[in-house]
Each structure stands twice: as structure tokens, then as C-alpha cells.
């Protein structure tokens, strides 16, 4: 029954193999052809996870240290439902709403990038002064519901403010400086939104995992580190956070082997130019894309068929790999987690 | 009919509507005997919409009548032709000589090649952009990086169009390899040539339009019924340093250099007539109120020259025999 | 309290807060996008005020505003506005320069027409009056009561036309395919054509005649007119139920004017029985797989591979599942059926093409994963001691996995199940690959033999969604409909796992038993 699902990976193999051995395709054709398309996905990949990662991770140590048992039962299946939405709305939305958007307020866009982030610690500046009653009610358990209108209040600031900063530093355009200083070309449809949009959907399936992970190290390794006077920040990074780093590095790869496959969102928000450039604000063509569109129009057994199941052969055996990786090192995990003596 | 219409202000209405009118109370005059039948067609997924349409007033004229569409592609009516498992296939693009004779070998005829509307590709640019006209060979030094149709220098920025006030890179819009409208610009106006990597390949024509919408840098070329009042479509100077816009006029005489006919091919013995339900459906496309819906989807009526003269050479105007 | 400031919890530093800040920004960015889904998706169907704009070089629009974007260099702002009207001005939109605006006025007689074809009409009704009314004879001038008595009976007509077509000639025609010679079925679908015949003469006795905001006229023949309403004379209460009618015509009609118009009923109904077959055929093999993973074969290195590898499946993309489908069921499994069922038919395929079977059995293959790792939660989760109990009290295997290990399980199947349809639901890509149309107006189910026609093409929200958006006519029309659908399918599937939560919780709660680690 299980041999019967593991065939997927046998009958691809099969498909593209006899052409690719007996000399159907030679190699100089599937260089050009696979080439921008394998350097597209790993680019597309390689942004949703620069999205991704940082904002996965610590949404993962916020909820497993620093949240209440309450609070946390309530927001980790909130994030974990952003999984189920769908690719192909966060795709429209990316492609059709979001990407026109950001290219007229690009100034805006980018300065929220850095704003936030430092809105944040702003926030955690004024919070050191504030009175311990207030203290006490904004308190850093609850810090990711109260941070939420803040941030609002900080971007929509920041989306007023930005023109008025554009004009006094990049004369108004900063599309044009771009263009001429730096010799950026900007795209409509480029890596960034689909790093964005690509880094949204992957983001839930990470957290969930890293979460787990973090939340799976035996209780009493932090409460040791505690008594001994360490901070929870401390507490994370000396002694929780090495012993979770596999699973969270297995959480990392699930989620590179989600953004790899993505098809829905790089299709509607990526340009499918087939442009080799490290460039975030130009596009790229995936693999996954590139099958879903010329694949039903290809003809069974023609060079293009033959060079799209390859592609979908590519596709299967990183992930594949990516996978068995991850879920070794998961397994590994439990086992380790057991050893030192954690929960049953 | 025509007295309510001087009470209405008959000056002020447009003239279509009286020709369906008329159009609709002469068939159901005509209708006698109504013809029965399913009409299968295979072919064009551009024509969707417009073979759709038609089969919705098939079956409001002759309410026997079903038309069942599978819109493959152009590609796929040449075969199911062939092999006669359809009598009717819609196609974008003219036959090709191996596809004829593929038809002509199976069944000892050629199949009869009816022109049911016009179409163009329209090159377009922002709402707001200076551009007003493009030579074909600038068209062709912007989107290839071939030049096959005898441009000087590589186009890749505004400036070098000499365009008041624009500047910048020139960001290029169109349709993925699968496409027809891809390999007709290529055909057509890159004279065959490389499309540039820079191409942004949308999965739709409607995307192109949305995207040249939404970015002043941008070029694109679509299917004429796609177009919006958020671009403009540009004229092109041909050989003879003609200006022509992808108007109907121009695009139904074929001045238009990016022009092209939309084609219904039917399998029909020579000497034998069309089945009723085949003859109903030619003759609803060769109508006034056929043709008003090819303009209404946004592509080009035939003219009424053309018209006429398939009418009569498939014998729709005869009596029925 | 005396030492409160030093016995409050130390900083952190600001590396913690960065991480709180994580979670505030993943949550002001979902709800950012589920309030922009379900602004824009509900909105649609209000029935929105209609302005009458005066330009200053004279020209005069009706419309509603859209959106409005800055002109270049600071010139100013332009707006866009819908007007509707595609037979008079061959567009549906104006763009208009803010500035040269004089006046923005809400007259109260502006109409809405929502026509079949030409899209909406916005301007001033005139007249109602019948084709035939001869020179003498001036139309009514109350149009807007008689039009609306019109419409409900064009409505009733148009119903009746509907049933004959369903009840009377399709039968007939059926018939007459079969048999072309049946003399009385000849006379019976005669009489039936003249009937439908009437009714269209009937429906098509009046028109309107409608005059736009700059005072162009046009005939309108009624039958083509679908809906009317007077948007700026309209009380709240009057606009609620005309806004729930409008959401009502989406769930429950079929898509018109090339899908940027009228509703998604055979998009539902194709992902609801996509879905369903694709349960049947995924369950019995996914829970069968889980018991036989955990209650039946020996725990080991094997097992070990076995879970690892189904996780991995989890793990592979869609577009790969679709691209298996395509070559080994479509292909693959269809061809050779074609070859030895439909070989009349070929090269037109039957089921060597993408249609509901090829689709369902490669979404089953995708959720299968989902089912048996949700199932195998659940058999782990049951105490030992259960099984020890009913061996112990003289049950066979067979029996007591039967009579007491499965029926405490069928919760987490459940769950299985419910996830891997929302998981379904929303999954698109495998789909542009294995049969999922553009428009499919016979949903594969209907009255002829043999009833659920599964090598059909099916309509699917989600396809619908990426259609209308890329390859519709115009983006910008289509645009709230998009919404609306994405707003439709977003809710399904998180009322689907919603119920999957709720019964892991419940499941969890009921058997107070402690998850394993």
C-alpha cells in the first residue's frame, strides 16, 4: 500500500530517465532551458526564506518562552491557519494588489522595512520607563497583541510621511535614483514581492515546527539555567536554543522544500522573466511555474514535455531530499529530547 | 417596428439594434422545421467566448440545437478534423500546409475555410505616455534582441526613443510560450526572431493589460479585446510610412500590419449542403446579429463585402433544398 | 512593593522584543490581508451610490468612483470611475483628472441596469414601451414601476423556458439522437420549439428606452435586463436586501460575459463534488495505511522508513503531484481507456484529457499524507491499556481493533479527512494540469446516462480565481468578483479547519489523554 505511494517518485524517474540516458535531450538544450529556471526558483526560495526564517523564528521563541500557556493555545493556531490559505489568493493579492502598490509607494515600502523593526525597539525603550503598573499591564507576555496597533499606527506614519522624505533625499523619484545611481532596474513583479508574499505562506509551516521544537526541550534545562540566575533571553540562547537548533534547522528546510514547490504565488507574482540576476527588485521564472503553464499545452513526448517532467523530476529530488533530511534529523531529535529526560 | 422608432427619437439609436431586431424576428419567421442536433467543435481556446456566445443564440433561434465546445487550442482542431470526430473547428490562425494535407489525405477534399471575424494585436503603453507611434523595426529592436526585421541598435531604454520627459528602463510585458498571441508577435513583428529575457511572460493577456496599467515604464502587446482605457494602444508606421491604429477599419482591410482573420474550418464534401444544425450556425455567424457579437466581445466584424460573399459561396442564401 | 522597580522581571534586552514584535507583524499582516479579502470581497454587492460628474469642458458622466492614483510630477490626481455602458461609449471606464471636475451631484432618478449583455447600464430610465406600439400611441411615462412589474415577469418566463428546455426538449432531442426517424418525437419537439418559441416572443415584447447621463438614447429590449435598481434613491433597508439578493445571484448562478460577471455556482458545485470523490477514494486508503503502520506491522526500522517517507510525500510540491497525474492517469491510464472503450471517438480524448476523475485521484494521492499522519495521531494517542484490556478479556486482534481501537479513532480520521479536504480545496496548481476548465456550463452531473460524468472538465473556485484574474477581458471589472470568490473560498476552508481543530480538541478532551511527545 505504501510502495504503492512511494511509486510517484519510481514513475517520474521513469518518465524522463529513458529519454534523458537514450539521448533524446542533450545536454546543451537542458542547460539553457533548466538553467534560469533553477536559478529563478533557488532566488525565489532564497527571498521568501529571508522573509521567512527571522520572522518564523521569533514568532516560534516569543510564543514557546515568553507567552502564557492561555494566550499562546490561542495565537498558535491562529499563525498555523495562515497555512491554509490558499497559494492562489496570496497569489492574486501579491501580483495584482500588493505589487502595484508597493511600486508607487516604494520609498514607504522600504522605509517600513527598517521603521518596524525599529519601532519595535522604540517600543521596548519606552516601555524600561514606564511605571510598573504599566509595566505590568503591557507587559512582554502580551507583548505580540499589544505591538500589533502600534506597528498599524508606525506604518500608516510612515506611508504618510515617506513622499515628503523621498522628495528632500532622492528628488522625489526614487525609482529614478535608483535607476541612476545605482543602476537598479525596478520591476513591477520582482523577487521582493514574491519574497514577501512566497515568505507569508511559508512562514506558518516553519513556526509550527520551530515552535515545536522549542516548546519539545525538556522543562527542567530551563528552570536549571533560571535558578542559576540567567535571564529567559539567556536561558534561550545558551541553553534551549542549542539543544532545539535541530529541529529548528529541520523546520527551516521543511519550509525551503515548501518555497521550492510553490507554484500559485510565483506564477501571479513573479513576471516570469527569465532573467539571471541576484537582484531583488527584478524578476525570475521558477521551475514550479514554468511547468504549471507550458505543461498542458506541451506536447506528450516532445522536447518541451521532456525538459518540463525533468524540471518536475528536479523539483521532486530536492524536496524529496530536502524532506528525508529534515525528518532524520526530527526523529534524531525525539530521541535526544527522551535521552535528557523531558517529558514522557 | 420601424414607427416606434421615429416616437423613440429614432435618429439617436444606434443602428445595431435595429438589425437585431430584425435579425431575430426573421429567423423566427423562417423557422419551419426546426433542425435537431448536437454540434460538436473542437478548436480555439481564443475563441471561447465568441463560439460560446454564438451557441447561446443558437439555441435561443433553434432551441434543438446544442453546441458542445472543447477549446483546446488552435492546434487541436487540424486532428480532430482529420480524423472527423468534429465536422467544425474554430482556429486563430490559418491551417498550415501539413495540416491540410493531413485533411485532404483522410478524406480525398479540402476542408472549407471560413473567415468568421478579424483581429489584431495592439502594442500599448501607459495612459499617460508621450509615445504615440512606434516603426515596426523600433518594435521589433524593443522586445527582440535578434533585430531580424532590420533594427539598428538594441532599444532598452526611453530615452533613446527621444520621448519628451521619459526616461528610464523600458520594462516588456507579454504572453507565455504556450500562447497564440506569443508566437503571432513573433511571427509578425519580430519577423521571427528571439523574444528578450527580459520579458515579463504573463499566463494571460489580462494580466499584460494590468500591468502596463499600473507602470508608466512598461510596453506590452495584447489581443485587441483585452484593451482598457488605462492604456493606449500605439500606432505603427509600416513599410510605406503609413500610420495605422488598431482601429476596426483598418484592422478589417488588413492595413493594420499586426492584423490577422479568425477562422472557422468545416468538413464538407464538395457538392454535398451543411446539416441543418451546421447550416444554422454559419448562418448566425455570417448574420448582422453574428457579427455584432464579434464587436461586442472586442474583436472586428467582417465586412459586409466579406460577408456577402461567404454567404453565397456556402450557399446560405439559397433556399433550403 | 517598596523595591518595586528592581522586583519587576529583568529586561530582556532587544532581541526578545523582536521576537514579540514577530508575532505582532505576522498578525497585523493576516489581518491586514483577511481585512482586505473581506472588505473588497463584500463590497461588491452593495449596491454602491451612483454620482453624476460634470467636467469643465462640458462633458457629462454617471458612474461611481473606483479608485483615484496622483498624475505624474504633481499634477494633480485622477480618478477612475466605472460608468458601465459598453454599447455607447465601446468602454466601461473613464479615467477623469480631478481637477477638472465642477460638479459632483447624487441625483435621485440615476438607474442601474445589470443586462446580459453590455454589462450594467447607468443613466435615466425614459420609458418602458412594447416593440410594437405604433406612432400614436406615446409609452408610459411611470417606466419605473412598470419596469419592475416587467422584470419579476420576465423573471417567471424565464423560468418557464428553463423547464421546458430541461423537461421537454432535452429529453426529445435525446431521443431523436438515438432515433432520428421517430416520427412522433418530431411532432412533440416541433411543438415544444413553438412553445419556447412564444415565451421568447413574449419575453421579448418591451423595451426600454434609456438615456445616458449625457443624454445619448438607446433601445433596450427588456428580456436582456436582469436586475434594475435606483442606487441614490434607495433606503438602507432597501440596500441590504438588495446586497443580499446580490450575494445570493453569486452563490446560486452561473458566470456570465466571459466569468467577469454573475456568480460562481458551477465553480462551488465542481470543488464540492472534486472534493467529495476525492475523500471517498482517500479515506479507505489512508486509514487502512495508518493501522496497518501502527497496530499491525511490527515497530521497527521498516515502519521507521515507511513514516519518514509518507512525510515526505507531505513535503512534495503540488505542481509535482499534478505533473504525475497528467503523465500517468491522463496520459498514461486515460489513453490506453480511450484505446479500448472510446476508440469511435478518437483522436478527440474522453478520458485522455484532464477532467474530474484524473483530478480527484491526484488530489487524493496529494492529501493521502495528510490522513494518515492525522490518523496515526490518533491510534498512537489511544492507551495501551485499552488494548491490553479487550485482549485480556479474551477479544481477538481483529476484534479489538474493530470493536475498540477504531471506533475511538474515527475522530482523528476525521480530522484526517477535514484537512485534507481544506487542503484540497484551495490547491491549484496540480489542477492547470489535470482537468479543471475555464467554463464547463454542464457541470458533470445532469440528467443523462450515466449521470456523473467523470471524465468531464469541472469548473474549481480556485482555478476561477487565477482565471478571472490573468486571462479574463478586463482585470479591473473582474476584480471585485475576485475578491468576492476569494473571499468565498478563504471561508470555506477556514470554517474546514476550524472544524478539525475543534474536533482534535474535542477528541483530546474527551479521552484526557496526554499527547505524545
Known amino acids: 500500500m505504501i510502495v504503492a505511494v512511494l511509486a510517484i517518485g519510481v514513475f517520474l524517474a521513469m518518465e524522463v530517465m529513458p529519454a534523458l540516458l537514450g539521448g533524446a535531450l542533450d545536454s546543451s538544450r537542458i542547460r539553457m532551458a533548466l538553467t534560469p529556471m533553477a536559478w529563478g526558483t533557488l532566488k525565489a526560495a532564497f527571498w521568501a526564506m529571508a522573509f521567512a526564517i527571522p520572522l518564523a523564528l521569533g514568532a516560534a521563541v516569543h510564543s514557546s518562552l515568553f507567552m502564557s500557556q492561555r494566550l499562546r493555545s490561542r495565537i498558535k493556531p491562529t499563525l498555523e491557519m495562515m497555512e491554509a490559505l490558499p497559494g492562489v489568493v496570496i497569489g492574486f493579492v501579491a501580483g495584482l494588489v500588493l505589487a502595484p502598490w508597493v511600486e508607487r509607494h516604494l520609498a514607504g515600502s522600504l522605509a517600513l522595512l527598517l521603521v518596524l523593526p525599529l519601532g519595535i525597539l522604540l517600543a521596548a525603550a519606552v516601555w524600561r520607563r514606564l511605571p510598573s503598573a504599566g509595566r505590568r499591564r503591557l507587559s512582554l507576555a502580551r507583548a505580540g497583541l499589544w505591538l500589533v496597533p502600534w506597528l498599524a499606527l508606525l506604518a500608516s506614519l510612515t506611508l504618510l510621511f515617506s513622499p515628503w522624505v523621498e522628495s528632500l533625499l532622492f528628488g522625489g523619484d526614487l525609482r529614478g535614483w535608483l535607476d541612476a545611481e545605482l543602476g537598479l532596474d525596478y520591476a513591477t513583479r520582482n523577487a521582493m514581492i514574491v519574497g514577501l508574499a512566497m515568505g507569508f505562506a511559508v512562514m506558518p509551516s516553519v513556526y509550527a515546527l520551530a515552535e515545536d521544537a522549542l516548546s519539545g526541550v525538556p522543562g527542567r534545562l530551563g528552570e536549571g539555567a533560571h535558578a542559576l540566575g540567567a535571564t529567559r533571553w539567556q536561558t534561550l540562547w545558551r541553553v534551549v536554543l542549542p539543544a532545539a537548533a535541530p529541529g529548528i534547522f529541520a523546520a527551516v528546510m521543511i519550509g525551503a522544500g515548501r518555497a521550492v514547490g510553490e507554484t500559485m504565488i510565483v506564477l501571479m507574482a513573479s513576471g516570469n522573466t527569465a532573467l539571471m540576476s541576484l537582484s531583488p527588485f527584478e524578476g525570475m521564472r521558477t521551475m514550479a511555474a514554468g511547468i504549471a503553464v507550458e505543461l498542458p499545452e506541451a506536447v506528450p513526448g516532445s522536447e518541451a514535455y521532456l525538459l518540463l517532467l525533468l524540471a518536475a523530476l528536479l523539483l521532486f529530488l530536492f524536496t524529496f531530499l530536502v524532506n528525508t533530511l529534515a525528518e532524520v534529523v526530527r526523529s534524531r531529535l525525539r530521541g535526544r529530547y527522551r535521552w535528557l529526560g523531558g517529558s514522557p | ?321 | 512593593m517598596k523595591f518595586g522597580k528592581r522586583r519587576l522581571p529583568r529586561s530582556e534586552g532587544p532581541w526578545a522584543w523582536l521576537a514579540a514584535g514577530s508575532v505582532a507583524l505576522s498578525l497585523l499582516m493576516l489581518g491586514g490581508l483577511m481585512l482586505l479579502i473581506g472588505a473588497r470581497g463584500l463590497a461588491h454587492f452593495w449596491p454602491a451610490s451612483v454620482e453624476q460628474i460634470e467636467m469643465d469642458d462640458g462633458r457629462v458622466v454617471a458612474g461611481h468612483a473606483v479608485r483615484e492614483l496622483p498624475l505624474e510630477r504633481g499634477q494633480g490626481r485622477e480618478r477612475l470611475y466605472f460608468t458601465g455602458n459598453r454599447d455607447l461609449d465601446g468602454q466601461v471606464w473613464h479615467w477623469l483628472p480631478v481637477d477638472a471636475i465642477v460638479a459632483r451631484e447624487r441625483p435621485r432618478d440615476l438607474v442601474v441596469l445589470e443586462r446580459r449583455h453590455h454589462g450594467m447600464f447607468i443613466g435615466r430610465l425614459i420609458a418602458v414601451g412594447d416593440v410594437e406600439a405604433t406612432p400614436g400611441q406615446q409609452p408610459q411615462r411611470a417606466g419605473w414601476a412598470r419596469l419592475q412589474a416587467r422584470l419579476a415577469a420576465l423573471e417567471k418566463l424565464r423560468s418557464e423556458r428553463e423547464r421546458l428546455h430541461r423537461e421537454v426538449l432535452r429529453p426529445l432531442i435525446r431521443q431523436l439522437d438515438a432515433d432520428p426517424d421517430a416520427a412522433d418525437a418530431q411532432r412533440a419537439l416541433a411543438e415544444a420549439n413553438a412553445r419556447v418559441h412564444d415565451l421568447q416572443q413574449a419575453m421579448r415584447g418591451e423595451v426600454a428606452l434609456l438615456e445616458s447621463a449625457d443624454g445619448r438614447r438607446l433601445l433596450q429590449p427588456l428580456d436582456e435586463v436582469l436586475r434594475a435598481w435606483q442606487p441614490n434613491a434607495m433606503p438602507l433597508a432597501q440596500k441590504l436586501a438588495a446586497w443580499a439578493d446580490g450575494v445570493w445571484r453569486f452563490l446560486a448562478e452561473g458566470p456570465r460575459d466571459g466569468n467577469s460577471a454573475g456568480g460562481v455556482w458551477p465553480a462551488i458545485f465542481g470543488t464540492v463534488l472534486m472534493v467529495l470523490l476525492m475523500s471517498l477514494l482517500v479515506t479507505p486508503f489512508g486509514v487502512l495505511a495508518a493501522v496497518y503502520l501502527n497496530e499491525v506491522a511490527h515497530q521497527g526500522r521498516w515502519t521507521n522508513l515507511v513514516r519518514i517517507a509518507v512525510r515526505n510525500l507531505a513535503g512534495v510540491p503540488s505542481i509535482v503531484y499534478g505533473v504525475f497525474g497528467l503523465g500517468v492517469f491522463v496520459y498514461g491510464i486515460g489513453g490506453s481507456l480511450d484505446e479500448w472503450f472510446f476508440s469511435d471517438t478518437l483522436p478527440s480524448p474522453t478520458f485522455g484529457t484532464g477532467g474530474l476523475l484524473w483530478a480527484s485521484l491526484t488530489l487524493a494521492l496529494l492529501t493521502l499524507p495528510v490522513v494518515v499522519v492525522a490518523t496515526e495521531e490518533g491510534l498512537a494517542r489511544i492507551p495501551a491499556e485499552q488494548r491490553e484490556g479487550a485482549l485480556a478479556l479474551g477479544a481477538t486482534r481483529f476484534e479489538t481493533l474493530s470493536r475498540v481501537v477504531l471506533p475511538m479513532a474515527v475522530p482523528a480520521m476525521l480530522t484526517g479527512v477535514i484537512l485534507a479536504v481544506a487542503r484540497a480545496a484551495g490547491e491549484v496548481a496540480p489542477l492547470l494540469l489535470v482537468g479543471v476548465a475555464k467554463l464547463a456550463p454542464q457541470v458533470p452531473v445532469d440528467g443523462e446516462f450515466p449521470f456523473l460524468h467523470l471524465e468531464r472538465k469541472f469548473m474549481h473556485l480556485g482555478y476561477h480565481i487565477y482565471d478571472t484574474a490573468f486571462h479574463g477581458s478586463d482585470v479591473q471589472a473582474a476584480m471585485p468578483l475576485v475578491f468576492a470568490t476569494a473571499l468565498l473560498l478563504v471561508l470555506v476552508i477556514l470554517m474546514l479547519n476550524l472544524t478539525a481543530i475543534f474536533l482534535r480538541h474535542y477528541f483530546r478532551a474527551r479521552h484526557g489523554v496526554q499527547p505524545r511527545p
Open chain 2, 1 to 321: 417596428m420601424i414607427p416606434i422608432g421615429a416616437t423613440l427619437g429614432w435618429h439617436k439609436l444606434r443602428h445595431g439594434y435595429l438589425a437585431m431586431l430584425l435579425a431575430m424576428l426573421v429567423t423566427v419567421a423562417q423557422a419551419s422545421e426546426p433542425p435537431v442536433g448536437t454540434l460538436g467543435v473542437v478548436g480555439s481556446d481564443t475563441m471561447a467566448g465568441l463560439m460560446l456566445r454564438w451557441g447561446e443564440q443558437l439555441g435561443e433561434r433553434h432551441p434543438g440545437i446544442r453546441l458542445q465546445l472543447q477549446a483546446s487550442g488552435s492546434a487541436s482542431a487540424p486532428p480532430a478534423l482529420a480524423a472527423g470526430t468534429t465536422r467544425l473547428g474554430p482556429m486563430s490562425r490559418p491551417m498550415d500546409e501539413e495540416e491540410r494535407q493531413a485533411f485532404a489525405r483522410s478524406h480525398g477534399y479540402a476542408p472549407v475555410e471560413v473567415e468568421v471575424a478579424r483581429d489584431a494585436l495592439a502594442v500599448i503603453v501607459h495612459r499617460h505616455h508621450a509615445l504615440e507611434s512606434l516603426r515596426l523595426t523600433e518594435v521589433d529592436a524593443i522586445f527582440s534582441q535578434t533585430r531580424r526585421c532590420g533594427g539598428e541598435r538594441d532599444i532598452t531604454r526611453w530615452e533613446q526613443l527621444a520621448i519628451e520627459g521619459r526616461d528610464g528602463r523600458i520594462e516588456l510585458h507579454g504572453r507565455n510560450p504556450a500562447s497564440g498571441s506569443y508566437g503571432l508577435f513573433r511571427q509578425l513583428a519580430l519577423c521571427g526572431g528571439e523574444y528578450r529575457r527580459r520579458l515579463n511572460e504573463h499566463p494571460g493577456s489580462a494580466a499584460v493589460v494590468a500591468a502596463v496599467t499600473e507602470s508608466r515604464e512598461a510596453i506590452g502587446y495584447v489581443g485587441l479585446n483585452h484593451l482598457t482605457p488605462g492604456v493606449k494602444p500605439l500606432a505603427l508606421e509600416d513599410d510605406e510610412g503609413m500610420l495605422r491604429l488598431p482601429e476596426a477599419e483598418q484592422v478589417r482591410r488588413g492595413d493594420y500590419p499586426l492584423s490577422r482573420a479568425l477562422y472557422l474550418y468545416a468538413n464538407l464534401p464538395p457538392g454535398e449542403a451543411l446539416s441543418g444544425p451546421e447550416r444554422a450556425l454559419l448562418e448566425l455567424i455570417l448574420s448582422p446579429q453574428g457579427q455584432q457579437t464579434v464587436a461586442e466581445l472586442g474583436f472586428v466584424a467582417l465586412s459586409d463585402t466579406a460577408m456577402a460573399s461567404q454567404r453565397e459561396r456556402l450557399g446560405l442564401d439559397d433556399p433550403r433544398p
